[in-house]
T-cell receptor, first 115, second 113 residues
């Protein structure tokens, strides 16, 4: 079955530091990959997505590249801000097939950014 | 443009009771998915509704059931509540042609005592 593994957290950084949150996956076929962000007391917001190998998703300074050879989709940002403090979830969905639209999430990584 | 809305925001029940949670999808969306997020965990897929029918289901017991109405809104029902059902319940909406691009509501926090 499908699974997503995220780096164990939490992650604590100073403002303007470089961020990497690792994500690897196991899936049949060719899944679509996502990063969602959850701010305190809120639901999940789609941050970025990639639908095929070597695609790069990007949004709000965050980037992630779909690496089929390493089954990875690591999230990066060059300079984090205090407002980026949140929980980040990596997720996948099988494109097509009977599980299309069923999102499988990782366990989440808590990011705290200090001024 | 209204996003996904859920009600109630918080709910407290006791073991053995039944609960109904409600969700209104984003305008124009016709597919609704429900997820359970236990504290400190990622969301887990419960089921998905399209055209008033359950299209997919995750590994949840039959105590979890749902419904979708002609206006695409949806309900999640949980019977015979257990302490372990305490969680944040998230509703997500999407278009049938793009079911994996989902927009989430703020969730309903259910506490079972």
């Amino acid at each position: 079955g499908n699974s997503v593994t995220q780096m164990e957290g939490p992650v604590t950084l100073s403002e303007e530091a470089f961020l990497t949150i690792n994500c690897t996956y196991t899936a049949t076929g060719y899944p679509s990959l996502f990063w969602y962000v959850q701010y305190p007391g809120e639901g999940l917001q789609l941050l970025l997505k990639a639908t095929k190998a070597d695609d790069k998703g990007s949004n709000k300074g965050f980037e992630a590249t779909y690496r089929k050879e390493t089954t990875s989709f690591h999230l990066e940002k060059g300079s984090v801000q205090v407002s980026d403090s949140a929980v980040y979830f990596c997720a996948l969905s099988n494109a097509g097939g009977t599980s299309y639209g069923k999102l499988t999430f990782g366990q989440g990584t808590i990011l705290t950014v200090h001024p | 443009d209204a996003g996904v809305t859920q009600s109630p925001t918080h709910l407290i029940k006791t073991r053995g009771q039944q609960v109904t949670l409600r969700c209104s999808p984003k305008s124009g969306h016709d597919t609704v998915s429900w997820y359970q997020q236990a504290l400190g965990q990622g969301p887990q897929f419960i089921f998905q509704y399209y055209e008033e029918e359950e299209r997919q289901r995750g590994n949840f017991p039959d105590r979890f059931s749902g419904h979708q109405f002609p206006n695409y809104s949806s309900e999640l029902n949980v019977n015979a509540l257990l302490l372990g059902d305490s969680a944040l319940y998230l509703c997500a909406s999407s278009l049938a042609g793009l079911p994996d691009t989902q927009y989430f509501g703020p969730g309903t926090r259910l506490t079972v005592l």
